[in-house]
């Protein structure tokens, strides 16, 4: 009898080990998952959000639309200490643009896609940034299709939920 006392605490021990090692197992698979994506910046951060300089260029009392064909695509960085972003060079006509369209993390994940010789027509607001003059894309439109990078009043559509804090 005491054998099989002495058996199922061994056994009992086993299970909580194993409950252990599978709970630490799954833990650091998630780190793991975690770790491999790309950092994104903390919400409202990386130059992208509502509180940083780059967000306050954008004036949407001085919006504009131009529109042309998209000469190439690139990433940007348009101030020090910002995460990549998307750009486009965009030929009018009458000059070629230099387009920001938003952090790369949120442009990739779009299903509009553009690509050099898209025609496109782009709103946005035209800033200068480092000396050099940029246009910062409110929505670009191609082929009916609609990319809204931001609202009228200039509210980036990747800040998420953070407006409501704003708004308080």
Known sequence: RGYRWVGNLKEELVMKKLKVISFVVVLLTVAAMAAAQPWQGWKGSGGWGLGGGYNR??????????????????QITPMRKMGTGIGLKLNTGKETLLVHLGPQWYIERQDMKIKAGDKVEVKGVK?????????????VKKDGEILKLRDD????????????????
Do not use: H, N
């Open 57 to 74: 260029m954008y004036d949407p009392s001085k919006a504009e639309t131009v529109s042309g064909e998209v000469a190439s695509v690139e």
């Open 127 to 139: 800033a200068v940034r480092m000396g050099r003059d940029v246009f910062i894309a409110a929505e």
């Open 153 to 168: 009043a200039g509210f980036p559509a990747w800040a998420g939920c953070s407006r409501l804090r704003q708004d308080k």
